[in-house]
């Protein structure tokens, strides 16, 4: 795709005056570093980084039946949502395999904001409306009007802190994890959420185009928040095993296998798929599960990689990189429910190569979410 092709977000000019390393991402122009991917990375993990995310995607759901609706369309129990909470969910197609994953914030008693993945925006906005019929609801594809923010980082906090007012700093300290509300970011009315997709602490902020540069640029040049790009958020989600749909996850693979069951509510309702991932669970034997692992050789496991022990092909990695904070690779597969376990030996194909590797508790990094 040719760069002329990409979309750019509301901060792109922002990104090229900061000298960013500018890469095709899932259809847009995206900055995947500035200093370096490892330094960025420790910047999240020891202070404080700002992500421009705008390319997410957001869907507005609001309606006498919103909620009915959407406890009909995603996996986990919509109802628990006061206004002012959110939550992580997935939905899922018949076959019980992931149309993609998303939060879901209730920003009004009938009105949720859902932030999807990029790469799926435009489907899931199409998905949505194929099963809305029944429900009296309205969908609202607001993507093209919304950008988003991600400061992450134990210092996340007082950077963000440092663009309001003595009130809103009230209202923002006292958010708990999961939980938004809205603010007005230089006389636009934005959304702040204490969510992240790092294993820190962290604020993801959505607020209307117009203030996208200028917020970023306060963030940067007004805080000590350091800008971040999606290679160091690759390998701080990696390390916290949180999943990318696309690499952990696919319409194949569903929620139980993904390793998101506390996400699914199996005594609560219906849900679109709910009857084939019964299915599926009832199936041990033919289950496969998400793992996570640490090499013991030198080399990197990659995505498509496949995993071995002795001759026998027990799965293939979904993420691996190099992880910063561990000086050591590793990453996430799909593998055998019945043949791999935590404090098994695996060996990995590196191009054509047998590399030692261990199977090891989920995350790789303890989080610092909360």
Known sequence: MANQDLKRTPIFDVHKQLK??????????????YEGVIAEHQTVRTGCGSFDVSHMGEII?????????????TINDITRLAPGQGQYSAMLNEAGGMIDDLIIYRIA????LLCVNASNDDKDYQWLSSQSGKFKVKLSHESDRWSQIAIQGPKSSECLLALFDNATQNKI??????????????????????????GEKGFE????????????????EKTDAKPIGLGARDTLRLEACYLLYGNDMNDTVSPIEA???????????????????????????????????????KGIGRQGMKLYKGD????????GSHLPSLEKAGGMALVDKDLVAV???????????RKLAKIVKRPLYSAKVK
């Not at 960013?20 to 570093?33: D, H, K, S, T």
């Not at 759901?61 to 369309?73: N, Y």
């Not at 404090?343 to 190569?353: A, F, L, W």
């Open 20 to 33: 960013a390393r500018l890469v095709p991402f899932g259809g847009w122009e995206m900055p995947i570093q």
């Open 61 to 73: 759901v609001s309606g006498e039946q919103a909620q009915d609706f959407l406890q009909w369309v």
């Open 312 to 319: 026998q092909l027990v799965g293939e990695i979904t993420s």
């Open 109 to 112: 008693d009938q009105e949720y």
């Open 205 to 220: 902020i959505y607020i209307p185009n117009l203030v996208a540069a200028a917020t970023f640029t306060d963030l940067v």
């Open 259 to 297: 390793g998101i069951g506390w996400a699914t509510r199996m005594d609560c309702g219906e849900f679109v798929g709910k009857d084939a991932v019964v299915k599926h669970k009832e199936a041990e034997a033919k289950r496969r599960k998400n793992v996570a692992f640490i090499m013991e050789d």
């Open 343 to 353: 404090g098994d030996s695996v060996e990995i194909d590196v191009r054509g190569k």
């Open 173 to 198: 300290s006292a958010l708990q994890y999961m939980e938004i509300i809205p603010a007005d970011f230089q006389g636009q009315t934005g959304w702040i959420a204490r969510t992240g997709y790092t």
